[in-house]
């Protein structure tokens, strides 16, 4: 069992800047693939940012490729997401996301956007973007 507690939402004018964690426990952290998804209502949820678990590939929106970055420390069980430039249509509920990628295998960059492929998911965090 898995637990995910993101944290570092709130509210932000345009043009600045937050960054999201995330805390991970109950199991090796360093074996999960980690994901940032975001939803808004009525909207299905959304791939923001994925991270592997060892060697840190990651993969991106590419509407939010060079203002989100996402990282993971595996020694703290923590990922994050800083959010630069934010605007208003990146407000959203942000939630955390793990799977267990197996050792050896190679998953394709659009593995990692597929919300069904993670297994554990966090509570989310609000993002609210003001013009």
């Known amino acids: 069992q898995v637990q995910l507690v993101e944290s570092g939402g709130g509210l932000v004018q345009a043009g600045g800047s937050l960054r999201l964690s995330c805390a991970a426990s109950?199991?090796?952290?360093?074996?999960?693939?980690m994901g940032w998804f975001r939803q808004v209502p009525g909207k299905e949820r959304e791939f923001v940012a994925a991270?592997?678990?060892?060697?840190?590939?990651?993969y991106y929106a590419d509407s939010l490729k060079g203002r989100f970055t996402i990282s993971r420390d595996n020694a703290k069980n923590t990922l994050n997401l800083q959010m630069n430039s934010l605007k208003p249509e990146d407000t959203a509920v942000y939630y955390c996301?793990?799977?267990?990628?197996?050792?050896?295998?190679?998953?394709?960059?659009?593995?990692?956007?597929?919300?069904?492929?993670?297994?554990?998911w966090g509570q989310g965090t609000q993002v609210t973007v003001s013009s």
């Open positions: 996301a793990a799977f267990r990628s197996s050792p050896g295998t190679s998953y394709s960059g659009s593995y990692y956007r597929r919300p069904e492929y993670y297994d554990y």
């Open positions: 109950g199991r090796t952290f360093s074996s999960d693939a």
């Open positions: 991270i592997s678990r060892i060697r840190g590939f990651t």
